[in-house]
């Protein structure tokens, strides 16, 4: 389509708007009418915005003004933030007590997809841009609108710690006794103190019939169960403390606002996610300089072939990255007692050996080093930060609440993609046939990536403070709570 890399990532970060800016929407709406709704405009938007691209590359370049590609684009991520948002939701109502295990499953294949369907383009449609195209619109479509079918949230009934006096560190060393869902609970009968708890035979009919309709719009968790990070369970009698090991946390919308945690892990979030999406959108113009500058002979089908290969990387090694933190953040917490902010310390170490990587690599054929170690800390971040949010913030709102928290890489993302394609084009030609290409090598963006290292010494930084700033927290709310 003979567009400028400054044009590439500005279809690119309109994507990765409306991926994030939806996400507070489209959370409020799973939170409220469960995730099948959610789904469903995933499905449709995935279908309407890939489609029209598709038809714009076979009309050539000037078909389709950039406008209308970046709203297409958009409401490709739009379909991404709802299809995402719906699967979350129902790994962690399901499995509460294993959330960060629950969601790295729908978490690593959200990261493989760019794998399956570029291998997929691989070997059906070799060196064909616009069948590809046609197939993302037909194939995203179809995976996830097939899904709904099987999409739906197990009800269950959760179990507490009976209370007793002071502070029990586990819940399993109490005596457990059932508890209801938070919709039957209010069917029964209020009684003045003092009169025993009985129902008329009207009330225990609509109390069975609550417990057995719960869905996917319910919490499925009893407040009167205690949840705090890791599912670990803590019991006061008086508990004042609201913040990250609090028991019935619920917060949601604005009043997230005053928290010092949301602000924190929003930063944080923001900062990591923006420099690994600089690479992750444009990993394919670092193949290209690199080859140009490495070897002049190299065809472009030469060059869109280590193209993909790189994106095979990224999407494979941010899967890898995805499972293992959200299994190894569950591990952390429950066998290791320590925080899961370990992982997100982990994934910005990860980022900074990634820039420097890519300051350094100029054969292009060790660029596998920059496409693999980005990709691996994307998915090591990813993979922990919804049950960081679910652990801070309460389950209930999860969907809303992650969806607020993805607001922040629209700035830093937006940022750090055009920078890049401010330098990457003050180093190219243009091309008697209008493309662009910078023939400089590691010149043509080596200026970017030292602004990304800056940004993930600056994420390495936060996140040690966050360890440490949780670790205060936990001791403080343990010593009230064996004051009481």
């Known amino acids: 389509m003979k567009l400028s890399s400054t044009q590439s990532n500005l279809i690119g970060s309109f994507g990765n708007l409306g991926m994030y800016a939806s996400g507070i929407p489209i ?23 890939y489609y029209p691209i598709h038809k714009a590359y076979d009309g050539g370049s000037g078909s389709v003004h ?127 103190s003092g009169h025993s708890r009985t129902s008329s035979p009207a009330a225990q009919h609509r109390r069975r019939h609550s417990e057995d309709q719960a869905d996917e719009t319910s919490s499925l968790m009893s407040k009167s169960s205690v949840s705090s990070p890791g599912d670990i369970a803590f019991e006061r009698s008086d508990s004042k403390y609201d913040g990250v090991y609090a028991p019935h946390v619920d917060i949601r919308g604005r009043a997230l606002l005053p928290k ?36 002049d002979s ?14 095979s990387i990224l999407s494979v090694m941010s899967c890898t990255g ?32 990634a820039q420097l990587c890519a300051i350094q690599i100029e054969n292009p054929q060790h660029l596998w080093a920059v496409s693999g170690l980005t990709g691996f800390g994307y998915g090591v971040l990813f993979g922990v930060y919804p049950s960081l949010v679910s652990d801070t913030f309460g389950v209930h709102g999860l969907s809303q609440n992650w969806g607020t928290m993805t607001i922040a890489p629209i ?15 003050h180093h190219s030609i243009l091309l008697p046939g209008g493309e662009r290409n910078c023939p400089e090598g590691l010149k043509c963006y080596s200026s970017a990536y030292w602004l990304t290292f800056g940004g993930s010494v600056l994420g390495v930084a936060i996140s040690l403070w966050s360890v440490r700033h949780e670790y205060v927290k936990k001791a403080r709310w343990l010593r009230e709570g064996r004051e009481v």
């Open 298 to 311: 190299a065809s472009p089908a030469f060059i869109q072939g280590r193209q993909l290969f790189h994106v």
């Open 411 to 425: 700035v830093s993302g937006n940022i750090f993609n055009l920078i890049y394609g401010a330098i990457y084009d």
């Open 27 to 49: 959370g409020m709406l799973v939170d409220a009418k469960g995730p099948r709704p959610g789904g469903l405009i995933g499905a449709l938007c995935l279908g309407l915005g």
């Open 322 to 353: 995805r499972f293992i933190s959200g299994v190894g953040s569950d591990i952390l917490v429950k066998r290791l007692g320590m925080s899961r902010f370990w992982c997100i310390v982990a994934s910005g170490f990860i980022f900074c050996a």
């Open 66 to 192: 950039i406008v209308l590609l970046c709203i297409f684009s958009t409401l490709t991520g739009i379909g991404s933030c709802s299809a995402f948002a719906a699967s979350i939701k129902t790994a962690a109502l399901n499995w509460p007590h294993h959330r960060g295990t629950a969601t790295a499953f729908p978490l690593a294949a959200f990261g493989l997809s760019a794998f399956f369907f570029s291998t997929l383009y691989h070997y059906a449609f070799p060196g064909d841009t616009s069948n590809f195209l046609f197939l993302l619109a037909v194939g995203t479509f179809t995976l996830v609108f097939v899904s709904l079918f099987f999409l739906r949230v197990v009800p269950h009934t959760a179990y507490s710690a009976k209370p007793n006096q002071g502070l029990r560190p586990r819940a399993s060393s109490n005596q457990l006794i059932r508890t209801k869902s938070e919709e039957s609970r209010q069917t029964m009968e209020q009684l003045p």
């Open 260 to 295: 010092p945690e949301f602000w924190q892990q929003f930063l944080l979030l923001g900062l990591l996610t923006g420099v690994g999406l600089m690479t992750i959108n444009n990993i394919g113009n670092d193949a290209q300089a690199l080859w140009s500058h490495y070897d």
